[in-house]
């Protein structure tokens, strides 16, 4: 079973830049798609972004796309999440998944009950106005 380790987030103003880290540990990294998903307060966890083992398929969400990007060293098992132009509605904690499935990274991003089988810590973004 593979261990995820988060690192990143944080404070920002409404339009700044985090950058999220995922390190894996316990398994061959490029065995999974990993991803990100992220919970508000309140609302339902959301499937912000996913890639696939190769890193050529990715997915997002709609409310982040062309504002976030997600990336994997599979050489340092580890997967990142570039947010910028970063929105007071993208406050969340937001979680790493790896998923060993074989499914579309949409799939993954879409049904993580079904196909996510790991989880990071959690790490806090919160965005000011």
């Known amino acids: 079973q593979v261990q995820l380790k988060q690192s990143g987030g944080g404070s920002v103003k409404a339009g700044g830049s985090l950058r999220l880290s995922c390190t894996t540990s316990?398994?061959?990294?490029?065995?999974?798609?990993v991803g990100w998903f992220r919970q508000a307060p309140g609302k339902e966890r959301e499937g912000v972004s996913c890639?696939?083992?190769?890193?050529?398929?990715?997915y997002y969400a709609e409310s982040v796309k062309g504002r976030f990007a997600i990336s994997r060293d599979n050489a340092k098992a580890t997967v990142y999440l570039q947010m910028n132009s970063l929105k007071p509605e993208d406050t969340a904690m937001y979680y790493c998944a790896a998923s060993s499935a074989h499914q579309v990274v949409t799939n993954v991003c879409q049904q993580a009950n079904d196909f996510v089988h790991s989880w990071g810590q959690g790490t806090q973004v919160t965005v000011d106005s």
């Open positions: 890639i696939s083992r190769s890193g050529i398929s990715s």
């Open positions: 316990g398994s061959t990294f490029d065995d999974y798609i």
